[in-house]
């Protein structure tokens, strides 16, 4: 099972961009104030614009994964990723993990996908065919409900680090002794892992002086220079271009995190290293599912 590469090219690159808005303050997060829906509201207003205006510079499409909230607050900027030729995928409705979670019945969460589907839709004109969930979250019965719906693919999970797979339903795990695991089967979604260390969000955004440290989000905030991620991005480029034929190199970046001073500068400076390779396809997601052979 592989990537089936265009002509000259050895490997891929994604660049998605998570468009969260104000919902992951309002949702996950359980913040309404003013501050933290202005951090919000700077990704679609300004980091959008800029980041369309850099990849038109360079040439190169994206993904964009879009809440529901956000393709209804902002339907213009999503609707402008659209047009200038960018893929937009789902990513909840509400930016909510429960939306997809275990205790949430199954009509419910088809309900949250429909209406998720159809925001992006009035603002795209047209119907998703990704969908990335909040956080890690996924409860067994959503894969065949995305299929259901007519999506292509998933970008949720992290079962590997540079090569997509058809995604599992039916696995059973014991949570206490002797934790047995069964393994379900392959279903026909196709899965695009991506990896923390690859999202702009836990090596730049500040929340941790605001969370209860009993919730699940709390974690350090180390505000890392873009020379510090640039070098954990470009060892992890390496290693695929040099170790990993048919391999994918994906960023997962947020407007609010990314569009922002120096970190403008180090999706800059990666675009240049993935344009200066003429062995590197660069596509948005929908692209890289319809070039994959089992």
């Keep these: 099972m592989a990537l089936r590469m265009s002509e000259g090219k050895k490997c891929a690159a994604a660049l998605t961009f998570d468009v969260d808005g104000l919902i992951i303050w309002l949702g996950m997060m359980g913040i309404g104030s003013g501050g933290f829906l202005s951090r919000g509201e700077f990704g679609p207003r300004v980091g959008v614009p800029r980041i369309l205006d850099l990849l038109d510079e360079f040439g190169v499409k994206a993904t964009f994964f879009s809440p529901g909230h956000t393709a209804r607050t902002f339907p213009d900027i999503i609707g402008e990723c659209a047009r200038r030729g960018h893929e937009v995928a789902a990513h909840s409705m509400y930016h909510l993990p429960h939306e997809v979670g275990d205790r949430t019945p199954l009509e419910e969460k088809r309900r949250y996908l429909v209406e998720q589907s159809d925001a992006v839709e009035r603002a795209t004109g047209a119907r998703p065919r990704g969908f990335r969930s909040s956080g890690e979250w996924m409860s067994d019965e959503v894969p065949n409900l995305l299929l259901e719906m007519g999506f292509v693919y998933d970008s949720s999970f992290m079962g590997d680090d540079f090569s997509p797979y058809r995604l599992r339903v039916g696995d059973r795990v014991e949570r206490g002794e002797p934790y047995t695991v069964e393994f379900g089967r392959e279903s026909a979604l196709l899965e ?103």
């Design 192 to 294: 695009f892992p991506w990896q923390w260390d690859m999202d702009d969000f836990p090596h730049f955004e500040f929340i941790s002086y605001y969370l209860n440290p009993k919730r699940p989000w709390y974690a350090a905030s180390p505000l890392s220079s873009y020379k510090k991620v640039k070098e954990v991005w470009e060892a992890t480029f390496g290693y695929m271009y040099r170790r990993v034929p048919g391999g994918l190199f994906h960023l997962v970046m947020h407007p609010q995190c990314i569009g922002k001073g120096q970190r403008m500068v180090l999706l800059e400076e990666m675009l240049q290293l993935l344009t200066s390779k003429s062995d590197v396809w660069i596509a948005p997601l929908i692209d890289l599912a319809r070039s994959w052979e089992d």
